[in-house]
């Protein structure tokens, strides 16, 4: 299966879906676990990409990588009508990002 099937729009999305948002710049592993955390036992997963204030990666970009995991079922672009997400990712996103750069910076001296 093309995982950017994936991708839809709001109008798209069936009832009863788990939605979850965040940034996901860049993707990094801890993303597959918060996602899989949230989907709970909901039987499908939705995530709302959204725009950090300095992207690393187009949103479409991450879209794809986001669209890529098992188990997310269906994944949005942040516009006008998404729906607001039941979790919200944003917070523990950019931390773990800003973390992630620290990281790479350090290492490079």
Do not use: C, N
């Amino acid at each position: 299966m093309d995982s950017r099937l994936k991708i839809v729009l709001p109008a798209e999305l069936p009832s009863g879906v788990r939605l979850v948002s965040g940034y996901f710049d860049p993707l990094l592993t801890v993303h597959a676990a918060w996602l899989a955390e949230a989907r709970g036992v909901s039987d499908k997963l939705a995530v709302v990409v959204k725009d950090p204030p300095v992207p690393i990666l187009s949103t479409r970009a991450r879209a794809e990588l986001v669209a890529a995991l098992k188990v997310v079922d269906f994944v949005l672009l942040e516009a006008p009508g998404v729906p607001t997400a039941d979790v919200q990712l944003d917070q523990r996103d950019a931390a773990a990002a800003a973390a992630f750069v620290a990281h790479v910076r350090q290492r490079q001296g």
